[in-house]
């Protein structure tokens, strides 16, 4: 990782508390809300007003506008306007979290020498792979505010899993609530979590003896509820559902389809994951495993007209040949059709999004654009998610559910305009975006689009010097751009080693990309607009905006 963005990163946090920086963020209203006269969401349309009492994190009342309802202290009444329709929250089945150190295994066991002959049986040892008494929830570094850019998208509440191991430990589902864990904590007892990584350093080092290992855990587990071991009580093996299986891809799809066959035919579970898990549809539905597909599509495929592909004859060396590109493009749009195919062969599904919070709005565009309705991918990434995971009051507009709800004004899509949000009955409001006539007939800057530096074809290859302004300093770096290989990449000097940005999009004259530093755990995306040799936009984060500036230095 270069060093520009992290001290970029570095002084986007230290910005936050700087009063020079004007937060535009939604403050959160907390306390009882009567929503008057909006329309929801239920069994398929929303034709309906009602009147909406939240209280306590609850829905406590569905009543006809006008019914009088006796409510009791102060409340905060919202007044809804015509198009506004209230949708359940969104729920993200694979929230990423951060963890602190996990503590060793207080089970541990003696472990044959391989050095003083064969090893008999398959023994745990030290038990590192194996964490099914732990509880992700336990060891969770909690970020009440890391919602904040998932929120503004609908995401009410997430469930997270533990990371390491073979079999896992429970995972847990949290409020995206904006408060601290003791009162964002949902379930703390969630499914047991199964993965094919194995343990750092230790066996099991490969997807095969992972797969030994969790087909031993689970014979163990039974052979313990028949009494078959003295021990009446194991904490990592007596109790191994619900379980989720991490698996991704036809192999291990099937690996885990055959271990619940052989070995546990009664144990609830969900695949999370997903991708090639169409292929066995038959087989989901007949041992009653669900999938929770992750919508991981990365950018949408470009044609190669958009990617100005040149003749064979005139194809220069870095050029892809057609072959590849074609084969790109159509395991691209089987990952995006392998969850319509998962959903209308039967099997129950849900939708998982992607790493960041960006990319799930284009993951929502490309489902849309492969036949997808938006109502049918929101009910799959809410009240689907909690059919899946058996969140009896989630994912569902109800009196006696969870107040975990947003309220959209005008069409629901990728782009929806959020008026609230609310999570666990906590409310945040939304400034709405404001009508504009002339939109679409005119540019940013008011220009006629299509003219001048709007038009198709605006020259952005080569290398741009960067100047990102921020309270603490000013921060340089370079672009590289290549508008045919459809990349941005970045790098502190000329001649050092380039990073690629990801979700890279040219559209006329504008240009975005993103970058995720790993070491601060931080996105960044940014958009500008060129304008001869000078480029000029901002740096979006989790945070504030940051203003940047560039100047191209080569063609």
């Known amino acids: 990782m270069f060093a520009p963005l992290l001290a970029t990163a570095a002084l986007l946090l230290a910005s936050i508390s700087a009063p020079a920086m004007p937060q535009d963020d939604p403050v959160s209203h907390d306390g009882t809300f009567l929503i008057e006269g909006v329309k929801v969401w239920q069994v398929g349309h929303a034709d309906t007003?009602?009147?909406?009492?939240?209280?306590?994190?609850w829905i406590v009342t569905l009543s006809s506008p006008g019914d009088n309802l006796s409510i009791a202290g102060s409340l905060t009444r919202i007044e809804a306007e015509e198009d506004w329709v209230i949708y359940?929250?969104?729920?993200?089945?694979?929230?990423?979290?951060?963890?602190l150190t996990q503590p060793d295994s207080p089970y541990a066991e003696d472990a044959t020498d391989p050095r003083t002959g064969p090893i008999p049986s398959m023994e745990y040892g030290a038990r590192g792979a194996l964490r099914g008494w732990t509880h992700v929830a336990d060891y969770l570094d909690w970020d009440a505010?890391?919602?904040?850019?998932?929120?503004?998208?609908?995401?009410?509440?997430?469930?997270?899993?533990?990371?390491?191991?073979?079999?896992?430990?429970?995972?847990a589902v949290v409020s995206l609530n904006g408060l601290p864990l003791?009162?964002?904590?949902?379930?703390?007892?969630?499914?047991?979590?199964?993965?094919?990584?194995?343990?750092?350093?230790?066996?099991?080092?490969?997807?095969?003896?992972?797969?030994?290992?969790?087909?031993?855990?689970l014979l163990d587990s039974a052979r313990l509820k028949t009494g078959a071991l003295r021990r009446a009580n194991d904490p990592d093996l007596t109790d191994l559902g619900p379980a989720i299986f991490v698996a991704d891809g036809r192999r291990q799809v099937e690996n885990v389809l055959d271990l619940l066959q052989e070995f546990a035919p009664e144990l609830p579970a969900v695949i999370l994951g997903g991708d090639e898990a169409w292929l066995f549809s038959d087989r989901l539905k007949q041992q009653n495993v669900a999938v929770l597909y992750e919508a991981d599509f990365g950018e949408a495929m470009k044609s190669d007209e958009d990617l100005k592909v040149k003749a064979v004859e005139e194809r220069p060396y870095w050029q892809e040949p057609d072959a590849i590109r074609a084969a790109k493009r159509a395991r691209h749009e089987e990952q995006v059709a392998g969850f319509m195919k998962l959903r209308e062969s039967g099997v129950q599904c849900a939708l998982v999004p992607p790493k960041g919070a960006k990319e799930w709005q284009d993951a929502f565009e490309q489902l849309q654009a492969a036949g997808m309705t938006a109502v049918d991918i929101w009910t799959s990434a809410s009240e689907d998610v909690a059919q899946v995971l058996g969140?009896?009051?989630?994912?569902?507009?109800?009196?006696?559910?969870?107040?975990?709800?947003?309220?959209?004004?005008?069409e629901l899509g990728p782009e929806a305009d959020m008026a609230w949000v609310f999570a666990d009955g906590r409310g945040w409001e939304f400034e709405l975006e404001e009508e504009d006539s002339e939109k679409g007939e005119k540019g940013e800057e008011g220009e006629e689009s299509g003219d001048g530096d709007s038009e198709d074809g605006v020259d952005m290859d080569g290398t741009w010097h960067v100047t990102v302004v921020t309270p603490m300093g000013d921060q340089e770096f370079y672009l590289i751009v290549d508008q045919a290989a459809n990349s941005i990449d970045l790098t502190?000097?000329?001649?050092?080693?380039?990073?690629?940005?990801?979700?890279?999009?040219?559209?006329d004259d504008r240009l975005k990309f993103t970058f995720f530093v790993e070491e601060m755990e931080m996105e960044f995306t940014m958009f500008a607009r060129v304008k001869g040799d000078s480029l000029t936009g901002k740096i979006d984060t989790d945070f504030v905006p940051v203003p940047g500036s560039c100047n191209r230095v080569s063609g």
């Open 88 to 99: 359940p929250g969104l729920i993200h089945a694979n929230w990423t979290g951060r963890f």
């Open 492 to 507: 502190d000097e000329i001649g050092n080693p380039p990073d690629a940005g990801t979700g890279v999009g040219f559209k």
């Open 182 to 217: 003791g009162e964002a904590l949902l379930r703390r007892e969630g499914h047991q979590v199964f993965g094919f990584s194995g343990a750092r350093g230790s066996y099991p080092g490969t997807q095969m003896a992972a797969l030994a290992y969790m087909r031993q855990a």
């Open 391 to 410: 969140l009896e009051n989630a994912g569902k507009i109800d009196e006696g559910s969870g107040a975990d709800f947003v309220i959209v004004a005008g």
């Open 145 to 171: 505010d890391g919602a904040d850019s998932w929120r503004k998208y609908g995401f009410t509440s997430g469930q997270v899993l533990p990371r390491t191991g073979v079999v896992r430990g429970r995972a």
């Open 49 to 57: 007003l009602f009147d909406v009492l939240i209280r306590d994190g």
